[in-house]
């Protein structure tokens, strides 16, 4: 692995003496793609909120880029962009007055700060929207607007909490095509997301987390590869509820299917993420 950036070791958070994280260690190598899945609750958003130096882990070490996020969280704010899940532009400033906002948050100095606001509204294709109020932009325009703002210091590490949460399907593909470009130039990004898709065609590795705790992590497709390529999904002809077992791969799949004396309400198919999530979890994504 590359020298890691993003480091969490034995994390705990507690909120009102419940803990929400629990015993999380974590590392993320530059240029890396990581996403955190997991049902609501499970801790994500807790997670990267002790990482953006938003809240404290109540025990355990937290670092970014060999900075700790508690004792030197200056240093961390300059190497991270953020873009949570609340929207959280402004939303009486124009897009222009947004990002001069957060140009001069960060100390970026003129003439520099006025090209780097164009270069990044031109990124995410929002340069002609310059003077229009936040408020008018459609869900998929902010989304971009956050990202253009958490790019506008150059940062090496970008957290997205659930960024395409409620965006129609092209308005999250276009998302996907900026994430995509940003890893292609070198950054290192970590998100969470509630959608198996998304995770799969975007993420490097995978982290599954269910009640604060990180239960399984790996490639895609080496967790498929652990838990079962193929399944044979069966629906119950007396409830109509469906179970699943996994195989290796398709040919015990089928031979399994076809040693059955009752073959109505079965299939084969390919396993995929949420399988393995019900699977360790007991539980659906929502
Ligand atoms: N400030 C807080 N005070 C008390 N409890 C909190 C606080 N923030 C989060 N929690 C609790 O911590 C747990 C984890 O929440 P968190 O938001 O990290 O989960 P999540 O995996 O991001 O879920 P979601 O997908 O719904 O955002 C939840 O039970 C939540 O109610």
Redesign the pocket.
């Known amino acids: 692995m590359n020298q890691p950036v993003v480091l969490l070791e034995h994390v705990y958070?507690y909120?009102?003496q419940?803990p929400?994280?629990q015993d999380l260690s974590l590392e993320i190598a530059s240029g890396e793609m990581f996403g955190?899945l997991?049902?609501?609750?499970?801790?994500?958003?807790?997670?990267?909120?002790m990482l953006t130096t938003l809240?404290s882990p109540s025990q355990g070490r937290v670092a970014i880029a060999d900075y700790d996020v508690v004792k030197q969280a200056q240093q961390v704010k300059r190497h991270i962009g953020v873009v949570l899940?609340q929207i959280s532009v402004d939303p009486d400033l124009t897009v222009w007055e947004n990002m001069e906002y957060h140009g001069r948050l960060h100390h970026i100095p003129n003439p520099e700060r006025q090209a780097v606001i164009r270069q990044y509204l031109d990124y995410v294709e929002l340069n002609d929207r310059r003077d229009t109020p936040v408020r008018n932009l459609s869900g998929g325009m902010k989304r971009r607007l956050q990202i253009a703002r958490a790019l506008l210091h150059q940062p090496e590490i970008l957290f997205l909490?659930?960024p395409t949460v409620g965006l129609d399907p092209q308005t999250r593909r276009r998302l996907w095509e900026i994430v995509r470009d940003l890893k292609s130039q070198g950054m290192t990004i970590l998100l969470?997301t509630?959608y198996m898709e998304e995770a799969e065609f975007l993420c490097d590795r995978i982290g599954i987390?269910d009640a604060?705790k990180l239960i399984e992590i790996g490639t895609p497709e080496s967790l498929r590869q652990k838990h079962g390529m193929a399944l044979v999904v069966t629906q119950s002809e007396s409830d109509r509820k469906l179970s699943y077992k996994f195989f290796p791969d398709f040919e015990q799949a089928n031979t399994y299917l076809e040693q059955q004396p009752d073959k109505r309400g079965m299939m084969v198919r390919a396993s995929n993420l949420e399988d393995i999530f019900v699977e360790l979890t007991g539980r659906k994504l929502d």
Request: glycine share 14%.
């Open positions: 958070k909120y009102n419940v929400v994280v955190l997991g049902p609501n609750g499970a801790g994500k958003s807790t997670t990267i909120r809240t899940q909490d659930e969470t509630h987390m604060g």
